[in-house]
């Protein structure tokens, strides 16, 4: 099968080849500008973003990393502190909680929804449990009106991480506006995508925005970014030791004209994802990921668990189709994190996911026959493998009396 007819998991060539001229063209602006860090593309992406979220602010930064090291930072959560979070993340989530000083506490998840389990959270605080990262997995809220109320009830801070979700919504709330606090990855193959690696802090504080702001930029003080914005003479007074976080012009250029681009995409995303729901429906095989009550998602990619997932993603990729499984090992039990007591508990679901799980194409670029073509091969892999399983059981080991 030629390269350009591969059924690809993230769409960034696509993305580039429609936006090729306006992408050049705004490119060609801020190299003429001249001025590449602080300027009015970032202030513009900022303001522009905000408005599409219904969110107080926003401020760019240079990763999705970089925005949770910087909300942790601006709440002061460090060391001896606990983080509660999500057993099913990479390692971008835990770094910055890690590298704060604090303990990531794992968590598991939802088997329908893949989100964190709010009965399973409530479990896990302590007296030095400071902080929840509520994250919404491949774009599906998560059911955050529990979340943020077993957060009240014990005085801890909700992080919403929405890198999977801009667009989706919960409960007629944009996700990124469901805490006091939210940040998002905006790097490759995020449903919205800088041209390198971005992220992004929302906060509905004005106090909590300096902060950020503050430590995104060395620490500097607030009087002394201003200066230094200004093109002024500046003292570098510092308040603390912050991050050199900011994004540069040239990639909030990139994501202006692709936030140019989102209501369609979104409207896209989700026409593809009906589509593959009707394609699974009644297909006992699969197990496709589930909403809440209240959510309208914007997927990243079609969620499903099946078994032996193995097959699954042998004969799509014999077809020349792109898709990806669940973390595995989980991160928890990474050598990395595996020393943490915290990580001394088996996360049922979360393993079964790691064993589980397969994430199927959906993005813009995609056509409804695409979807058709996926969606087959699936069905018919998986049910062929629960039909060879139903003709020969695993032998059963009686219990010796």
Not at 274 to 282: E, N, Q, V
Request: proline share 5%; with cysteine; hydrophobic share 45%.
């Amino acid at each position: 099968m030629p390269v350009d007819a591969v059924i690809r998991l993230a769409c960034s060539r696509e993305e580039a080849c429609e936006l090729r001229e306006d992408l050049r063209a705004t490119q060609s602006a801020v190299l003429e500008r001249g001025i590449f860090r602080d300027g009015p593309e970032r202030q513009a992406l900022e303001n522009e973003l905000a408005a599409f979220l219904h969110a107080r602010a926003v401020v760019a930064v240079s990763s999705g990393s970089a925005a949770l090291a910087v909300a942790l930072k601006a709440l002061r959560v460090g060391r001896g502190d606990e983080v509660i979070v999500a057993g099913n993340v990479d390692i971008s989530v835990a770094a910055p909680i890690s590298n704060a000083g604090a303990a990531p506490i794992w968590c598991d998840v939802s088997e329908r929804t893949l989100n964190l389990d709010p009965a399973a959270m409530s479990r896990l605080v302590t007296p030095s449990t400071r902080a929840i990262v509520m994250l919404h997995m491949y774009g599906n809220p998560a059911s955050s009106t529990a979340i943020r109320a077993v957060a009240d009830q014990h005085g801890l801070v909700v992080i919403e991480d929405f890198s999977h979700a801009v667009g989706s919504e919960m409960d007629g709330r944009r996700c990124g506006t469901l805490a006091p606090v939210a940040v998002a990855s905006l790097s490759h193959g995020k449903p919205l995508a800088a041209t390198g690696t971005a992220g992004v802090v929302v906060v509905d504080d004005a106090r909590l925005e300096v902060d950020v702001r503050v430590a995104a930029n060395y620490g500097l003080e607030p009087s002394a970014l201003a200066a230094i914005n200004a093109g002024r003479v500046a003292h570098f007074r510092c308040r603390t030791d912050g991050f050199n976080a900011t994004l540069d012009e040239l990639q909030s250029a990139a994501l202006r004209v692709k936030l140019g681009r989102l209501e369609q995409w979104i409207t896209q995303r989700r026409q593809l994802a009906d589509a593959y729901a009707s394609a699974f429906t009644g297909c006992r095989a699969v197990r496709p990921q589930a909403a809440e009550i209240g959510a309208r998602p914007v997927l990243r990619h079609f969620a499903l668990t099946t078994t032996p997932r193995s097959r699954v993603l042998a004969a799509l990729a014999a077809r020349g189709i792109e898709a990806g499984g669940g973390y595995r090992p989980p991160l928890y039990r990474q050598p990395l994190y595996s020393r943490m007591a915290s990580s001394a508990r088996v996360l049922r679901i979360t393993e079964k996911l790691a064993r589980r799980l397969v994430c199927l194409p959906l993005h813009p670029y995609l056509s409804t026959s695409d979807v058709e073509e996926v969606a087959t091969i699936v069905r018919s892999s998986a049910e062929g493998a629960a039909r060879r399983k139903a003709r020969h059981p695993s032998r059963q080991v009686v219990p010796k009396p």
